[in-house]
């Protein structure tokens, strides 16, 4: 696993919070999940790069595709929560690239790996493919980095069950621990 670069990138950020729940804000968990998963990948001898280390400022999309880009990383994930007025929808989401074989392999890779192992459930399509083309801000980073590129939605902070899980460092790690093996399982194929 030695000189393999993954790019972390712990969605919003600074000024932008992301998804907010009266409970929960998604900035603060996507950093608390990222963190998780470049030690994980420390571990095994695999560089993290991180979008952001830390709250202390907004960094927008194009300038987390330069990092990405720059560090020549071997692919990019991008850690995400999803929210909607209704408490109902549940679930993680995986999405990348239509076009990108290797993407979509990474995808599928996580999938695996998070199947009934986190205790939230891909009760949504759990590989996105050209509903990627309709998601707004998040198509710039599936699109703009030179690597196979996925965003996971871990789940939703509108939904209660899943925010349980999301806010919870436990879970959080058990998280982490999945997708460090999805992309061992990634980098071994």
């Known amino acids: ?77 991008s850690i995400h929560c999803n929210s909607v007025g209704s408490g109902d929808p549940a679930g993680y989401e995986i999405i990348h690239c239509p076009v990108s074989f290797k993407g979509k392999l990474l995808a599928e890779k996580i999938h695996e790996s998070f199947k009934n192992s986190i205790g939230i459930h891909a009760r949504l399509n759990p590989v996105k493919t050209d509903a990627a ?23 939703f902070i509108s939904n209660e069950h899943d925010r349980k899980i999301l806010k919870n460092e436990e879970a959080q790690q058990k998280i982490a621990d999945q997708i460090v093996i999805g992309l061992v399982d990634f980098f071994n194929c």
């Not at 083309?133 to 590129?149: D, E, H, I, Q, Y």
């Open 133 to 155: 083309l309709n998601r707004g801000f998040k198509l710039t980073v599936l699109w703009s980095t030179k690597m196979p590129a996925i965003i996971i939605e871990c789940g």
């Open 1 to 77: 696993m030695k000189n393999l670069k993954v790019v972390i990138d712990p969605g919003h950020g600074g000024k932008d919070p992301g998804a907010v729940n009266i409970k929960a804000k998604e900035k603060t968990i996507n950093l608390a999940i990222a963190q998780k998963i470049c030690n994980g990948l420390v571990d095994i001898g695999i560089t993290p790069i991180m979008t952001r280390y830390s709250d202390k400022r907004t960094i927008g999309n194009t300038e987390r595709c330069k990092i990405a880009n720059v560090f020549d990383a071997d692919i990019f994930v």
